[in-house]
Each structure stands twice: as C-alpha cells, then as structure tokens.
C-alpha cells in the first residue's frame, strides 16, 4: 500500500473515531434471585442459585416475597448467605477485565437475625468486605468500581457462623472495554506508512 494511501485510510479512521459511539457496559451478571421458588432452606454444593449462581460452600437459603420467611417485604426473593452454616455463592461464568476496562458491581445487601459479614471475591482477589451489617434494618446498596485488570469467577463467601448471616439481592456486573484513543491509531498506520517507505529505500540502494 503506497503511503498515500495509508494516510488517507488514518485520516478516514479519525473522521469515524470522532463520530464512534462511545463504549457502552456490557451486563455479565443481572440476578435478582426471581426465578426460582422461595422457601427453598440449606441449598447446597452444586445447586444452582438463581440464573447466575451455585453454591460452593456450606449451604444457603432462596427466600422472599412469595414465602413464609420474608425478612423485606416487596423485593421478591432474594438469599440468605447463611442456611444452617455459613455459605458461599459462586457465578456460573468467569470473567476477564483488562487493564483499563471499566468493572461495575452493585448488590443490595441486609441480614438475617444478629448481623454478620461477607467477603466478595473476583478470582482470588478480594474486592469487598461486607462486615457487621446492621440488623434488619432493610437493604443497602452496595458497590465496586476498578479499572486494574482482574480475571476469574464472582464470589460472596459468608463470615458469618450458624444460621442466619448476609442477605443478598439484586446482584449487577458490567464490563466496559477500554477503546483506543483516535490518536493511538493513527501513530499505529502512520508508523506502519514510514516502516514501508523505510524498506522501500533499503531495497532501493540494495539495487545500486
């Protein structure tokens, strides 16, 4: 390709970059714990929670709305980390976010009976601690937002022992992919248009 041609197709690209959409979230995860039926007590390994979920440790309870334990009235189901020990919940999938991409995670959280606590996980990477929540006193809104890069499947393990620990509900993770600056692409053609002249003249004088 002749370098004019190669910075004809690097100004066409700057023209697109400067009307481009910009980058938009992608949902991994949206669980709202709604499919399944409540007062389902001591879910536990390898049963799924929800669309979203299973449980890889100790066991949990799918509780809510349309059951005869429902801790927050109008919320449809939602889970006890606890069941009659402390449980974890592991995503289905596993992730990948690169350097620079975008993480976005919200989850409403409560409790069950005296309090308790929970550690979330992305891979082996702890992300948050949920501690001492206060006692039945409604759901709070809870969140994580990174730009570090982070690989594996979305955990919330409970650190709480016995029955009754972190209730959890509306669970949200979405990725943003980190796009190229317009002027990153043209450096990329416009070094690429100079490597080919470069050989071009090298092949030349190699002819002399």
């Known amino acids: 390709m002749k370098l004019r041609s190669l910075m004809a197709a690097a100004f066409g690209v700057v023209a697109l970059a400067q009307f481009a959409t910009p980058a938009s979230a992608v949902t991994l995860i949206d669980e ?78 409560g409790t069950n009976g005296a309090g308790g606590g929970a550690n979330i996980f992305l891979g082996t990477t ?20 990174s730009t570090q890069p982070f690989s594996g499947a979305l955990s919330f393990v409970s650190t709480t022992p016995g029955f009754g620990g972190v209730v959890l509900d509306n669970i949200k993770l979405e990725q943003t992919t980190a796009v190229p600056e317009p002027f990153t692409i043209i450096g990329t053609l416009v070094g690429g248009a100079a490597a080919i002249r470069t050989r071009k003249k090298l092949k030349a004088a190699a002819k002399v």
Do not use: E, H, M, R
């Open 32 to 109: 709202t714990f709604g499919s399944g039926t409540s007062d389902q007590f001591n879910i536990g390994v390898g049963n799924p929670v929800g669309s979203a979920f299973t449980v890889t440790g100790g066991n949990v309870d799918l509780i809510g709305d349309n059951g005869s334990f429902n801790l927050f009235p109008g919320n449809g189901n939602y889970i006890d980390l606890n069941g009659n020990t402390s449980g974890t919940i592991t995503s289905i999938g596993s992730f990948s976010f690169a350097a620079g991409d975008t993480l976005n995670l919200s989850y409403d959280y």
């Open 126 to 145: 702890q992300i948050g601690v949920l501690s001492n929540v206060a006692v039945n006193s409604g759901f709070f809104q809870g969140s994580f937002s």
